[in-house]
C-alpha cells in the first residue's frame, strides 16, 4: 500500500514552453501533498505543500506564477513549470501525506525535467 | 533555523557494518527519518524515531538518537552490495505542519 506515482517520469522541452508533471496517490487519499527538486548529487529542496481544495503554500525564493500547483482532488496534485529555462532543469520529486496528523510522507519516483 | 549535515560520502565492505551520520540544529524536530535514494529513483523511508528516543532498531537497522548533541545516526549492520545508494536524514518540526528538511546526504558505496 501508499504508493505514489509521478507521471511523465521524464521529460524534455524547449526552453519557453510549459510542462505539466502529475503526482497521483494510487491507494489513498493524500491530504496534503508536497513538491521537492533535486539537484545532481545534491539533497531535496521543498518547493510547496498543497493542501488538497486550498491554495498552495510556497517555500521562500520559489516563484508561485511559474511553479504553478493544483491540487483539484484528494489522490492527484500537478506542478505545471511555466515558461521553463533550462536551469529549470532538475528532478522534480512529489511526496503525499495521508492525514493531518500523519508523520509519515509517500514519495513518488520523481520526475527527469531537461530544458533545452 | 533548520539546517541538518551529514557526511558525503562512505565506503565500506560487504559484510561489515555502516554507521552514517547526522547532525540537526532545531531543537524542536518532533522525528528524524532515514530514507534511500538509488540512482534515478524517488525516497524510500527505512526507519524512523520520535524525538523522545534514544534508539530505535529494525532489523538489520539501528537508529541512535543522541538529542543533547542533536546527533542521529544510523547503522547498518552486515552491508550488502544492494545497500549502495544515497542515504538522507530528515527531521520534522514541531509545529511545522510535517514538512521535512533533508540532510545533504551521504553515498554509502560497498565493495566486494
Known amino acids: 500500500g501508499a504508493v505514489v506515482s509521478q507521471h511523465p517520469s521524464w521529460v524534455i522541452c524547449k526552453s519557453g514552453t510549459s510542462v505539466k508533471i502529475e503526482c497521483r496517490s494510487l491507494?489513498?487519499?493524500?491530504?496534503?501533498m508536497f513538491w521537492y527538486r533535486q539537484f545532481p548529487k545534491q539533497s531535496l529542496m521543498l518547493m510547496a505543500t498543497?493542501?488538497?481544495?486550498?491554495?498552495?503554500?510556497?517555500e521562500q525564493g520559489v516563484e508561485k506564477d511559474k511553479f504553478l500547483i493544483n491540487h483539484a482532488s484528494l489522490t492527484l496534485s500537478t506542478l505545471t513549470v511555466t515558461s521553463a529555462h533550462p536551469e529549470d532543469s532538475s528532478f522534480y520529486i512529489c511526496?503525499?501525506?495521508?492525514?493531518?496528523?500523519?508523520?509519515?510522507?509517500?514519495f513518488g519516483p520523481g520526475t527527469r525535467l531537461t530544458v533545452t | 533555523g533548520e539546517d541538518v549535515e551529514q557526511s558525503l560520502f562512505l565506503s565500506v565492505r560487504e559484510g561489515d557494518s555502516s554507521v552514517i551520520n547526522c547532525t540537526y540544529t532545531?531543537?524542536?524536530?518532533?522525528?528524524l527519518y532515514w530514507y534511500k535514494q538509488e540512482p534515478g529513483a524517488g525516497l524510500q523511508l527505512l526507519t524512523y524515531?520520535?524525538?523522545?528516543?534514544d534508539m530505535k532498531q529494525d532489523q538489520r537497522l539501528t537508529v541512535l538518537l543522541n538529542k543533547k548533541d542533536k546527533h542521529l545516526s544510523l547503522r547498518i549492520a552486515d552491508t550488502q552490495t544492494g545497500d549502495s545508494a544515497i542515504y538522507f536524514c530528515?527531521?520534522?518540526?514541531?509545529?511545522?505542519?510535517?514538512?521535512?528538511?533533508f540532510g545533504t546526504g551521504t553515498q554509502l558505496k560497498v565493495e566486494l
Open positions: 511526496s503525499a501525506r495521508e492525514g493531518a496528523s500523519s508523520y509519515e510522507q509517500y
Open positions: 491507494d489513498f487519499q493524500a491530504t496534503t
Open positions: 498543497s493542501n488538497e481544495g486550498s491554495k498552495a503554500t510556497y
Open positions: 532545531d531543537s524542536s524536530s518532533t522525528y
Open positions: 524515531i520520535f524525538s523522545n528516543m
Open positions: 530528515a527531521e520534522s518540526i514541531r509545529g511545522g505542519g510535517n514538512k521535512l528538511t
